[in-house]
């Protein structure tokens, strides 16, 4: 389970470098890279984080992954989680963070 | 390339409070360290406070809260049922008094809790209540950057106390990325470091080691410091082994409590009563579950609306989207699928069970002058998110009073010490491991001879000597690692704290010689609990020896000093 940078989107803000709670990511030439993808925590942090949507989460092979990647983009309160499925498609589901969990 | 750092650069620090840790704890402590003094407060941190430690991806609810008609008193009799007597009464009543304060504190704040039309907290069972998690860390990390009297240190980790006459004076820090050795002096400390993880083989050992349920950057540094510093510590063989989805170990708890799923084995025998409803029990039925060849096991979510299924992948977002993941990846959510479970590997974690800092009942430890809270102060288990800011606030309160009666100098020469010890891992040309494989045998050791996973968390007189022999070995390697670059010296000085901590977890696994604790602490050669065991189990090290002893069970109502 880990993180995926698309460096062609990447704008080298430096905000995910920053934010990660175990320090993984940096910038190198300019472009944000995980030199140990393998140290991710999955917590997400540098995917809400990033201005332009360029971090994506997978699970790992090695724990059941299938290929899907899930990526956030921030409106205010709300956020809206895209999981991009192995097949191709897409599903968002939105969640406002003024509102609880309900369970 | 950068060129390779060869030597440290030293700097100074002063302040009146030192908060090594700037988690939950650390930056509740230092909130409180404002409304009652004047000093200067320095956070220490290792990662960014934003983010960093336990609340990072967000949590699922505040699972201690006194809800109306819920004393306290209630809250001590659960968590004394649950850790089967093995607790610190004083430490649990002041923790539990302190906890609905901390809720109003974090609303102010803007945590968004759910209410009904009368305006009261929404409850779930009858200890929770519910609220959006996501972005706890976050709101209390922008409380503190508002505080001109706090200062926030950030990417600097802390590795050594700087302790006179069992008086601390403060601490030693190396940058993460910047090549130096910070010599930090304080008044008081505070210890919040969080708990341990990575000291087991975790679920997944290859490329998704990482995946855990605690922060895996959380690495037992406070605990460490406090056993070579000397100072007593309480209960490390109450390990805590966390009952999670599989494979993502993401919560089950807002499965189990939010649509009240069952757990069922692979016949779809609801088995949790036959073994009992404590947290260790279940994960004990799970795993005799699993043994016994009813395996595997699930949470039983066939058959929710599917109004609530959707409202459990939206809950998942909110603290472990992982699991989220996989339910749409794979299109099988949970109205579709049950959900399986599995335990995880042990880690120790006192705001989960009762291991850590053996402190007094004002969370001051036994060297004077420093505090602990959190996940890093034994004795008072069950205290999650709104335990740890409580004990925060208690700590603060404490170090507040402290502060007036003392100053902090100390012979500063013995950095030079510390500067040369740490600059022989950078000048280290090749070692004959690295600090990965290092890593990977204590895990090996501590699975397979001190009750993890592999042992199905078993362990004897008879394995526990063998791990410490090995933890022994590898404890020599550690010291003769070879570091490329800070981050690298960061992970070398990572895993000596675990090691240090391996160390006294076995010990303290030895010397309690009865199981009160399946799975827990499973120990083969005594498989019943004795009421003679009705008491707690510290240790401390002395003249480079860890030496066990026992003390009595301390009651609510006492205040309890050193
Ligand atoms: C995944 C997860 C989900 C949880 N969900 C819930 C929930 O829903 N409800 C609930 O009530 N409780 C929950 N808990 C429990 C609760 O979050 C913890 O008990 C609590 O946050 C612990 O606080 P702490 O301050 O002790 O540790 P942390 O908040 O982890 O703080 C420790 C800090 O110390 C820093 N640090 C560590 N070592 C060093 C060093 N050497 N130098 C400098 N800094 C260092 C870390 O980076 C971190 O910032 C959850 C825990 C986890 C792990
Ligand atoms: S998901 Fe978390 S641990 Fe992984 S790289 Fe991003 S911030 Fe770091
Ligand atoms: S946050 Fe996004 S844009 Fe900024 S450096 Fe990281 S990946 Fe690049």
Redesign the interface.
């Given at each position: 389970?880990?993180i995926e940078i698309k460096t062609k989107q990447c704008i080298g803000c430096g905000r995910c470098c920053?934010?990660?709670?175990?320090?993984l990511i940096c910038l190198n030439g300019g472009i944000a890279e995980i030199p140990h993808?393998?140290?991710?925590?999955?917590?997400?942090?540098c995917?809400k984080e990033c201005p332009v949507q360029a971090i994506h989460?997978?699970?790992?092979?090695?724990?059941?992954?299938?290929?899907?990647r899930?990526h956030v983009l921030r409106e205010g309160t709300l956020?809206h989680?895209t999981?991009r499925?192995?097949d191709g498609s897409i599903?968002t589901?939105t969640?406002d963070?003024?509102?609880?969990?309900?369970? | 390339m950068e060129p390779q750092i060869k030597t440290l650069r030293t700097e100074f620090i002063e302040t009146d409070f030192l908060i090594i840790g700037g988690g939950t704890a650390g930056c509740y402590a230092a909130l409180i360290f404002c409304e009652q003094a004047d000093g200067r407060v320095l956070i220490a941190e290792?990662?960014?406070i934003?983010?960093?430690?336990c609340l990072?991806?967000g949590v699922?609810?505040i699972n201690a809260y006194i809800v109306p008609g819920k004393t306290p008193q209630d809250y001590v009799d659960y968590a004394r049922t649950d850790a089967d007597g093995i607790v610190r009464g004083d430490l649990l009543l002041t923790m539990a008094e302190g906890l609905n304060r901390t809720v109003e504190k974090m609303e102010s704040l803007g945590l968004?809790?759910?209410k009904d039309e009368q305006g009261r907290y929404?409850t779930?069972g009858s200890r929770n209540i519910?609220?959006?998690?996501?972005?706890i860390k976050p709101i209390l990390a922008e409380a503190v950057k508002e505080k001109p009297q706090i200062t926030v240190l950030e990417?600097i980790n802390v590795f050594e106390y700087i302790v006179e006459d069992n008086r601390i004076k403060g601490a030693y820090a190396i940058g993460?990325?910047a090549p130096v050795l910070y010599v930090i002096s304080a008044k008081a400390v505070l210890c919040a470091t969080g708990g341990a993880a990575g000291l087991y083989k975790p679920n997944?050992p290859?490329?998704?080691?990482?995946?855990?349920w605690y922060?895996?950057?959380n690495t037992g540094a406070g605990y460490a410091m406090g056993i070579r510093a000397g100072a007593e510590m309480t209960t490390f063989e109450m390990r805590f082994i966390a009952l999670r989805c599989k494979?993502?170990i993401a919560p089950t708890g807002?499965l189990a409590?939010?649509?009240g799923a069952k757990q069922i084995n692979a016949s779809g025998e609801v088995y949790e009563q036959k073994y009992g409803l404590t947290t260790s029990q279940r994960v004990h039925g799970t795993v005799m579950e699993n043994q016994e060849g009813r395996g595997p096991c699930y949470l039983r979510t066939i058959g929710i609306t599917p109004e609530q299924d959707?409202?459990?992948?939206?809950?998942y977002?909110?603290m472990a989207?992982?699991q989220?993941?996989?339910w749409?990846?794979?299109?099988k959510t949970p109205g579709i699928q049950n959900v399986e479970i599995e335990g995880t590997e042990p880690y120790i974690v006192g705001g989960h069970t009762a291991s850590g800092y053996w402190v007094d009942t004002n969370r001051e430890t036994t060297v004077k002058g420093l505090f602990a809270a959190g996940d890093v102060a034994g004795g008072c288990p069950q205290k999650y998110v709104t335990g740890a800011f409580a004990e925060g606030e208690i700590a603060a309160r404490s170090a507040a009073k402290y502060m007036n009666s003392t100053a902090g100098t100390f012979d500063r020469a013995r950095y030079e010490e510390q500067k040369r010890w740490l600059e022989g891992f950078l000048n280290c040309p090749q070692a004959s491991f690295t600090t990965d494989e290092v890593e990977e045998a204590m895990q090996a050791v501590m699975d397979e001879y001190a009750g993890g996973i592999g042992s199905h968390y078993r362990f004897s007189e008879k394995s526990l000597n063998i791990a410490a022999e090995k933890i022994r070995e590898l404890e020599q390697q550690a010291q003769t690692l070879s570091a490329g670059g800070m981050?690298e010296l960061v992970y070398i000085l990572e895993l000596q704290e675990r090691l240090t901590l391996c160390k006294s977890v076995i010990a303290h696994l030895a010397a309690r010689e009865e199981t009160r604790w399946h799975s827990f602490a499973e120990n083969v050669d005594y498989p019943d609990s004795s009421p003679k065991w009705n008491r707690y189990v510290n240790s401390r090290l002395e003249g480079g020896r860890l030496s066990i002893l026992f003390r009595p069970l301390v009651q609510e109502g006492e205040t309890y000093e050193h």
């Open positions: 389970m880990s920053k934010v990660c709670p175990g320090s993808p393998e140290r991710c925590w999955a917590c997400v942090s995917v989460m997978y699970l790992g092979e090695d724990m059941g992954g299938l290929g899907g899930l956020l989680w999981v499925k192995p599903r589901l969640v963070s003024r509102d609880s969990n309900k369970y | 290792k990662a960014n934003q983010r960093s430690g990072a991806a699922n609810a968004t809790i759910l929404v779930r519910k609220i959006n998690g996501e972005n990417r993460v990325d997944h290859g490329f998704s080691r990482h995946k855990m922060p895996p950057f494979d993502t807002t409590q939010g649509v959707e409202d459990l992948q939206k809950a977002l909110n989207p992982s989220t993941l996989r749409l990846e794979s299109g981050q």
